[in-house]
C-alpha cells in the first residue's frame, strides 16, 4: 500500500471513525483503524461490535493494499501535523506503516487487515429510506434521552424504529417515561417494518450527521440484524435489538380532565429552579394548574418544590387552562429533559389525575409527544 491525501482529509475521517473504536476490548484488532486503499480513495473504518464506522477520504494511491493500526496514535500524530500532503506507505513484511509530511515521519505497527471484523456495506443493501439529515438528528435528540441506561430490560435500552409510508416513528421508554416523534420521509419507504436500535448507537449517529445537508440512507439488512446508513462519505452501521418493544399506542392517553397551555421558555426556566430545591426530596416538582374566570383570565400554573433541608420555591406562569384546577407531581430531571428537547414556543401539559401519566405536547404540530409517570405524593 502505497498512497498520499491531504492531512485535513485525513484527520476528518479519522475523527468520524474513531467513535467506533473499541477502548475495553480484549481483541487488539478493535483498538484499531483499518486503512484500506482501494479505488482511487482511502477507506478508514472502525468497530466495537456494537457500532461500525466507515469513512472516505480522497487519495492519490499509487499501490493497493490493505492494514490496521491504532487508532488513538495514528489520530493524534495526524492531527499534530501540519496542513500538507501526507504519505502512507505500508510494509508487507513488517505490517509497519510509515506515515510522513512535511518534515515529520512516523512508523507505526500495524495488524493484518485479515484479523478485522468483516462490515456490511449498504452498497449490498437496497437502502430502505432516506430522511432529511437535519430533522433525523432532532427527531433523535427528542426520543433516544428517555431510552432505559440499563441492560435489564435490553429491548428499553433502544429506540423502536417504525418504517411505515412516507413516515418514521421514532420511540423509547424506560418504564417512567415514553418519547415519541414522526418524521416525514424524503421518499416512502419500501416497506413497513419496525426494529429496535441501541439509544446509544443513534445517539452516536446523531453526532455524526449534525453538519450534513443531502439526504441520508436507511438500510436494515435482509436478516434484520443490522442498520446501515450511508450519510455522505460515511456509512454507519449498528446492531439491532432483538425483543418486542412496548405497543406505544397503548400507553399514551387519549383524553385528558384538565390541559393547560404555557410558554415553553418559561415553563423550562421554572422547572430548572424547582429541580434546584426538589434534589433534596426526591426530585419532586409540583405542578398546579389554575383555570381563569374567562377570556381575560385564562388562568395560571405554579411551579413549586420544598424540601425540608433546603428550603423552598415557587413560580407562577401565565397559562390558559382547560378544565378543572388539577396538580401533579413530576421528577424534575424528566420534566426538564423533556422541555429542553422541544421546540415549540408553547407547550401543553394534559392530565386526567394526580396518579395518571401526564402528557406532553408542543402547541401547532402534532408530531411529538411524551409521557411521564407521575411522583404519587400526599395532598
Not at 313 to 336: K, S, W
Request: with cysteine; aromatic share 4%.
Amino acid at each position: 500500500m502505497r498512497l498520499s491525501c491531504q492531512q485535513e482529509d485525513l484527520q476528518r475521517a479519522l475523527g468520524y471513525v474513531s467513535r467506533a473504536v473499541s477502548r475495553k476490548s480484549t481483541l487488539p484488532v478493535l483498538g484499531n483503524v483499518l486503512l484500506s486503499a482501494e479505488g482511487g480513495r482511502l477507506k478508514l473504518a472502525a468497530t466495537n461490535l456494537e457500532i461500525a464506522i466507515t469513512a472516505w477520504a480522497d487519495a492519490t494511491v499509487e499501490e493497493e493494499g490493505t492494514i490496521t493500526v491504532r487508532s488513538d496514535l495514528l489520530t493524534e500524530f495526524v492531527a499534530s501535523l501540519p496542513n500538507d500532503s501526507v504519505s502512507i506507505e505500508l510494509d508487507r513484511r513488517t505490517l509497519s506503516v510509515a506515515v510522513s509530511c512535511a518534515r515529520s515521519k512516523a512508523h507505526i505497527k500495524g495488524i493484518g487487515a485479515e484479523d478485522f471484523p468483516t462490515l456490511a456495506s449498504i452498497g449490498d443493501t437496497e437502502p430502505t429510506a432516506r430522511i432529511d439529515p437535519a430533522e433525523f438528528r432532532e427527531a433523535i435528540g427528542q426520543v433516544a434521552f428517555a431510552a432505559a441506561t440499563d441492560d435489564s430490560r435490553p429491548v428499553l435500552a433502544g429506540v423502536l424504529a417504525e418504517f411505515e409510508g412516507a413516515s418514521l416513528t421514532l420511540a423509547a421508554a424506560d418504564g417512567f417515561r415514553l418519547s415519541v416523534r414522526r418524521c416525514d420521509l424524503v421518499e416512502p419507504s419500501r416497506e413497513s417494518l419496525s426494529i429496535v436500535v441501541p439509544a446509544r448507537a443513534l445517539q452516536e449517529l446523531a453526532r455524526i450527521i449534525g453538519d450534513l445537508e443531502e439526504p441520508i440512507d436507511l438500510a436494515v439488512t435482509p436478516n434484520r440484524s443490522q442498520l446501515l446508513v450511508r450519510a455522505g462519505s460515511i456509512e454507519f452501521l449498528s446492531r439491532l435489538i432483538d425483543g418486542h418493544f412496548p405497543d406505544v399506542r397503548h400507553i399514551i392517553p387519549q383524553t385528558y380532565g384538565t390541559r393547560m397551555v404555557v410558554s415553553r421558555d418559561e415553563f423550562l426556566a421554572a422547572a430548572r429552579r424547582a429541580k434546584l430545591f426538589a434534589q433534596s426530596n426526591n426530585d419532586v416538582v409540583r405542578i398546579q394548574m389554575n383555570p381563569g374566570d374567562g377570556e381575560l383570565d385564562p388562568g395560571f400554573a405554579t411551579i413549586s418544590a420544598q424540601a425540608a433541608e433546603t428550603g423552598d420555591n415557587e413560580d407562577h406562569l401565565e397559562a390558559q387552562v382547560e378544565g378543572p384546577q388539577a396538580h401533579i407531581a413530576f421528577n424534575g430531571r424528566y420534566l426538564t429533559e423533556v422541555l429542553s428537547v422541544m421546540r415549540s414556543n408553547e407547550v401543553a401539559l394534559e392530565m386526567t389525575s394526580p396518579n395518571a401519566a401526564g402528557v406532553f405536547k408542543p402547541v401547532g404540530s402534532d408530531d411529538f409527544t411524551h409521557v411521564i409517570m407521575p411522583m404519587v405524593i400526599g395532598t
